[in-house]
């Protein structure tokens, strides 16, 4: 396997677990100012109000992290704050297996459907051809998958370049 990608894929991995651990949100605007807002942590025990009058007005909840789904979105399903599911690769194509196989992992606790792609490329990089299919993963599981490279010449492929990350299928 290349060292390079390896690194890559582990920093990228820390850095989603990083954010998903420390509750960062992209964020969104918040009241009508229309500035579009930050992102970075939020607490539903902060003050965001704005309008602290003594005469006892009225309160304006600018807070959303207690409104709202994780996605920031407000809507709060399952399926909008689903996590990809990470992708591995365990042995690429050959002359014996035409297929590339990889190992998905599903990050959610609920079962999902992802779609994995492929990119097989020649000796100098060039891509040769690029493969998705979908699979069905358990939740926290980890799957085997084989993606075939269909009629292609399999003795042009001399690399295996999986997405690391497969999005939920849809």
């Known amino acids: 396997m290349n060292p390079r990608g390896n690194t ?13 651990l420390t509750g960062f949100s992209t964020g969104r605007g918040h009241g009508g100012s229309g500035d579009g807002g930050g ?5 539903s025990s902060q003050n965001h109000d704005s ?15 207690d409104d709202y789904g994780d996605a920031g979105d407000g809507g709060g399903s399952a399926s909008s704050s689903e996590l990809g599911a990470l ?17 998905v992992t599903n990050q959610n606790t609920a079962d ?14 060039a891509e040769v051809l690029t ?9 926290t599981g980890t799957v085997p998958v ?25």
Request: hydrophobic residues 35%.
């Open 87 to 103: 992708v591995d690769l365990v042995d690429c194509a050959s002359e014996e297996t035409p297929y590339a196989t990889v190992e």
């Open 8 to 20: 890559l894929r582990l920093t990228a991995v820390s850095a989603l677990v990083v954010l998903t």
């Open 112 to 125: 999902g459907v992802f779609t994995v792609t492929v990119r097989f490329e020649d000796e100098t990089g």
């Open 51 to 65: 309008s602290s009058s003594s005469g006892g007005g009225s309160h304006r909840d600018y807070d959303d992290d």
């Open 39 to 43: 992102g970075g942590c939020s607490n």
């Open 146 to 170: 084989r993606v075939e490279i269909g009629d292609a010449d399999v003795t042009r492929i001399a690399e295996c370049e999986p997405d690391m990350i497969a999005e939920p299928a849809g």
């Open 131 to 139: 493969r998705s299919q979908d699979v069905a993963v358990p939740g």
